[in-house]
């Protein structure tokens, strides 16, 4: 359906983002206000115990940040829609300070308000945290929970397609994807090979089923990527110092990034070797056996031109500009 959506039109996708966006922060005020009024209530105990008992082994608490950060990990899909953003040098640094303090402070409030209802053991013994503070706060009403939750997923689901599906768009128009996925439907004027791809990839990522082994698997090669991206940023600052630069962060910012990423990488690895991150490679390695014949090298694929004219004809795509 998010899929349908994005290949329809970019002006649809744009207003399903922004109702459901309000929707997710209408429910977190929700969730606000019903824990703030248990904390007026004298309910803070909950609070007050504070990280008791927490687990100070470095390797666990990394594959906690991947749990953590996967609830942030939409920071980086502004990045893939630059092109499409009016005036990007101002909109872009603009978005990230606006957005990343407003994501924290909703979480920070969203988690005390749990506290408020619900012991840490209650938390980590349920299976959807937000619909049992539903059903012990809301009564007869609980079920507008459930209905936040989907909504949000839905919003979510959405603006990852949305972005990733750009990314995949550049990599085609850049010779390191199939020539193809840089098409345009030419009714719509949308990326519809992009977006059809990922969903392909989203399908064969969720055929496991486990929730946490996808989450490791996702955050170990991400912050991986992200390290490598950083180490490069960090080489052009020295090898290109006069390269032009419509916005620069200062330097500290790249630095402590590749220390977190090298932190997140290993430690879950020391602690527990688990399957996950072999997939994690083993997938890394296999796009290196595409990437070094057929881009690296530049060995033309004849297949690929009779895949690409049927496809056209198919989905009625054509390059940009065409």
């Given at each position: ?34 824990g703030f009024y248990m904390m007026a209530k004298g309910h803070t105990e909950h609070i007050r115990e504070g990280f008791d008992d927490t687990s100070r082994n470095p390797s666990t608490i990394a594959l906690a940040f991947y749990d953590g950060l996967w609830a942030y990990d939409g920071w980086n899909n502004l990045n893939y829609a630059t092109e499409e953003l009016k005036n990007p040098y101002v909109n872009l640094p603009r978005a990230i300070m606006l957005g990343i303090p407003l994501v924290t402070v909703c ?216």
């Amino acid at each position: 359906m998010v899929a349908a959506v994005n290949c329809h039109s970019v002006a649809l996708a744009t207003r399903v983002q922004n109702f459901f966006t309000v929707a997710k922060l209408l429910a977190v005020l929700v969730i606000v206000v019903g824990g703030f009024y248990m904390m007026a209530k004298g309910h803070t105990e909950h609070i007050r115990e504070g990280f008791d008992d927490t687990s100070r082994n470095p390797s666990t608490i990394a594959l906690a940040f991947y749990d953590g950060l996967w609830a942030y990990d939409g920071w980086n899909n502004l990045n893939y829609a630059t092109e499409e953003l009016k005036n990007p040098y101002v909109n872009l640094p603009r978005a990230i300070m606006l957005g990343i303090p407003l994501v924290t402070v909703c979480y920070l409030l969203t988690n005390l308000s749990y506290l408020a209802v619900m012991s840490k053991e209650e938390i980590m013994l349920s299976h959807a945290v937000a619909v049992t503070w539903g059903d012990r706060m809301l009564g007869v009403m609980s079920w507008l929970i459930p209905v936040f939750v989907v909504a949000s997923t839905f919003g979510s689901s959405n603006g990852c397609l949305f972005s990733s599906g750009r990314l995949t768009f550049s990599a085609g128009r850049d010779g390191h994807f199939p020539q193809f996925l840089s098409f345009l439907q030419i009714d719509r004027n949308t990326p519809m090979p992009a977006v059809y791809f990922t969903m392909a990839v989203s399908m064969c990522l969720i055929i496991p089923g486990d929730l946490s082994t996808l989450i490791d698997f996702f955050s170990f090669a991400s912050w991986l990527f992200y390290g490598l991206t950083t180490t490069a940023l960090l080489i052009l600052r020295v090898t290109e110092p006069n390269m032009e630069r419509p916005y620069k962060v200062p330097l500290p910012v790249p630095i402590l990034v590749l220390v977190a990423s090298i932190y997140l990488v290993v430690a879950p690895i020391i602690q527990n070797p688990g399957v996950q991150f072999v997939y994690a490679v083993i997938f890394i390695l296999v796009g290196l056996v595409v990437y070094v014949p057929v881009v690296y090298l530049g060995v033309q694929l004849d297949f690929m031109v009779t895949v690409t004219k049927w496809l056209q004809k198919l989905m009625k795509i054509a390059p940009v500009g065409s």
